[in-house]
């Protein structure tokens, strides 16, 4: 097992990001498209040389002002979207490639990679090529590749990314139990890889790292816009005044907080469940419900609902979840202004 330190700045991709994974953890690398997800993974793995800062590994630099260690030399394998296997090789010749390529005697090798075809479900593929594998099958023989190299950190850039919904669950399994007190870094878009995969989760937006934490706590109590919305929650962020979260344009949100309560102009995010939030198309009367004024943008069917996708200020996304039928009523479409509606018992306010 193995320590992995980076801090390192891409200027031309605006990221400046410090990321520590300890010995045997997983850490989900989580933000929206361009925040500089990939770009972290491409300097770790020594495809792409930083401005400035440094890559060590166990103590011993990787990348630096006057070092680079060449890709090949890392022991730090990269498992991308594709499987990217060598179409001319059987799968067990593919995972065999990267021992071979280290200098291990070919019966060594072809024993290993049984071994972790065996592992990752996929045995009896051996003699396949990847034009008879499913894109499943060919992403669980990228895996066994990547492990047989024996690296000391595995880089995963969205690795279900490509694949069919219903494949996704069993190679997530697959992934749970080869990642077990492995170091490892996992970048994705999905909470529930992060949930079933990770130990420790970090927020990445605009080439920053913005939250950090355990899974369980990021996903649960999020500080950041993303983190809310792919844990499916709604986020406001502001300012803590007079029992009230004052977001910007004058957005206000009363919830419960933590103890002890946090003081005034203390800097706080509201959390609530789309289910929690109801839709009007005038300001409702006698209530002492969170009111907020927003701007329908989309409207996405799930089963038994529809989720209202709404903007109050550019920039800012909220939703809410409403039957059908509701939907109908109010002829719900997006640029409709419509008003959010919440009780205060269903927000919980955290400091940030």
């Known amino acids: 097992m193995s320590n992995l330190h980076l801090s390192v700045t891409v200027a031309e991709r605006g990221v400046d990001v410090s990321l520590e994974v300890s010995a045997g953890e997983t850490v989900a690398v989580l933000g929206p498209n361009g925040a500089g997800k990939s770009t972290l993974l491409a300097v770790a793995a020594g495809l792409l040389r930083p401005d400035s800062g440094q890559v060590v590994l166990d103590g011993t630099e990787l990348t630096g002002p006057a070092t680079w260690v060449a890709p090949y030399a890392r022991r730090i394998a990269l498992l991308a979207q594709e499987p990217l296997l060598f179409p001319h090789l059987s799968a067990l010749e593919n995972v065999a490639f990267g021992p071979r390529s280290a200098g291990v005697p070919r019966r060594t090798a072809r024993e290993r990679a049984h071994r972790w075809l065996d592992e990752?479900?996929?045995?009896?593929?051996?003699?396949?090529?990847?034009?008879?594998?499913?894109?499943?099958?060919?992403?669980?023989?990228?895996?066994?590749?990547?492990?047989?190299?024996?690296?000391?950190v595995l880089l995963l850039d969205e690795p279900m990314a490509a694949l069919d919904v219903a494949v996704r669950p069993a190679l997530?399994?697959?992934?749970?139990?080869?990642?077990?007190?492995?170091?490892?870094?996992?970048v994705s878009h999905d909470a529930l890889d992060a949930l079933l995969l990770a130990d420790r989760v970090v927020v990445v937006?605009?080439?920053?790292?913005?939250?950090?934490?355990?899974?369980?706590?990021?996903?649960?109590?999020?500080?950041?816009?993303f983190a809310a919305r792919i844990a499916g929650l709604n986020a406001v962020r502001g300012t803590w005044q007079d029992g009230a979260v004052r977001g910007p344009d004058a957005v206000e949100v009363k919830g419960l907080t933590t103890d002890p309560a946090p003081a005034d102009g203390a800097q706080v995010v509201a959390v609530f469940r789309p289910s929690a939030v109801s839709v009007y198309r005038d300001l409702p009367d006698g209530s002492p419900r969170n009111v907020i004024a927003t701007t329908v943008t989309?409207?996405?069917?799930?089963?038994?609902r529809v989720r209202v996708h709404a903007a109050p200020r550019a920039g800012q996304s909220l939703a809410a979840d409403v039957t059908p039928l509701a939907a109908a009523e109010l002829d719900l479409a997006p640029g409709l202004r419509v008003v959010f509606s919440l009780k205060a018992t269903e927000v919980s306010v955290y400091r940030v």
């Open 120 to 152: 990752v479900g996929v045995g009896d593929l051996a003699d396949r090529r990847p034009g008879q594998l499913s894109g499943g099958q060919a992403q669980r023989v990228a895996v066994a590749r990547a492990l047989a190299a024996e690296p000391r």
């Open 298 to 304: 989309d409207l996405e069917p799930l089963g038994d």
């Open 172 to 186: 997530r399994q697959t992934l749970r139990r080869v990642l077990a007190d492995r170091t490892a870094v996992l």
């Open 205 to 225: 937006e605009d080439g920053r790292v913005v939250e950090a934490g355990a899974t369980q706590t990021v996903l649960t109590r999020p500080r950041s816009a």
